[in-house]
């Protein structure tokens, strides 16, 4: 599980730009401080792929990249798109207004763990009892934040297990992405994935909130404005070319110091109160992570 410079490159600017949106995220689907109402967070999601969907096409023009995709393979990429971008995308957003933004990120990123299940329950992979402990270890620090989910008045456990069944979902797509054998370049495949998970997001926030839309307040359009143009037309695609040129778990060491990013920057811009179980769970998923994904002695 070596990387080139040119991947180390991705994987900081992905890790960077993943972590810091948590916070981001929250503070626009909230309408903080400007709007007393929260933005509807499905619409939200919708115009941020909009905006990064002409970007990523003059982009891979000025590339010279074909958009091409032949009628026999839209099967294929659709069942990718839905694994490894439109239930997680889905879900999370959603999610997310109910759980603060580190806690979110915890959960979320427990996808290179569920990775690890997925490569050795399906797909023929053997785990090593120290990448066991590591799975026991991460199970353990979702379990102590769900508890403290469960445990509190006004806590939030079904957005807390619907984050970690989206993770779950997002893990068996990196597999399914790394084996696929569709004879279409990576930047094709990452555009036409966002252009399939934009028109499903925008057929959810019109069924569900064309009644709540608004304008957005100048904090909700920043928080867009990151999203599309840094999270969809940057971060996205650089996962999707890392995923499919590395063994997944290769790929999902990027994640690593993510949820870490997403819990103090959350705490830094937002005024997350922080309690001991997320301190722990911080702890208990790196060490899950490392133990999962640190090569075997040679």
């Avoid at 904090?219 to 404005?225: F, G, M």
Wanted: overall charge positive; some cysteine; glycine content about 8%.
């Amino acid at each position: 599980m070596s990387f080139t410079r040119r991947q180390f490159a991705l994987l900081t600017v992905l890790t960077l730009i993943w972590g810091l949106n948590w916070p981001i995220m929250k503070l626009g689907i909230s309408g903080w401080p400007q709007t007393p109402a929260p933005y509807p967070p499905l619409t939200f999601r919708t115009l941020s792929i909009g905006l990064a969907l002409p970007v990523l096409a003059i982009g891979l023009r000025a590339m010279r990249v074909p958009l091409g995709v032949a009628r026999a393979h839209w099967g294929e990429l659709l069942r990718l798109t839905t694994s490894n971008m439109l239930v997680w995308h889905l879900v999370m957003i959603v999610a997310l207004q109910s759980l603060s933004s580190g806690r979110a990120a915890i959960l979320g990123y427990t996808m290179p763990v569920f990775s690890a299940l997925w490569g050795a329950a399906v797909f023929g992979d053997r785990l090593r009892p120290r990448q066991w402990a590591g799975v026991a270890a991460c199970a353990l620090g979702v379990l102590l934040l769900l508890a403290h989910e469960f445990g509190r008045l006004a806590g939030a456990p079904w957005a807390a297990l619907a984050i970690v069944a989206s993770a779950c979902v997002w893990a068996y797509g990196t597999h399914r992405l790394r084996r696929s054998t569709l004879p279409v370049a990576t930047l094709t495949v990452a555009f036409w994935m966002t252009v399939l998970t934009g028109v499903a997001v925008a057929l959810a926030a019109w069924i569900f909130e064309r009644g709540q839309w608004q304008w957005p307040a100048p904090t909700v359009q920043a928080a867009i404005a990151f999203n599309a143009f840094a999270v969809f037309a940057i971060a996205q695609v650089i996962w999707i070319v890392l995923a499919r040129s590395l063994p997944p778990l290769a790929s999902t060491i990027s994640v690593m110091m993510i949820p870490v990013l997403g819990v103090f920057s959350g705490a830094w811009a937002l005024g997350e109160r922080l309690h001991w179980q997320d301190f722990v769970a911080v702890a208990l998923l790196v060490s899950a992570i490392a133990a999962v994904l640190m090569p075997r002695r040679r």
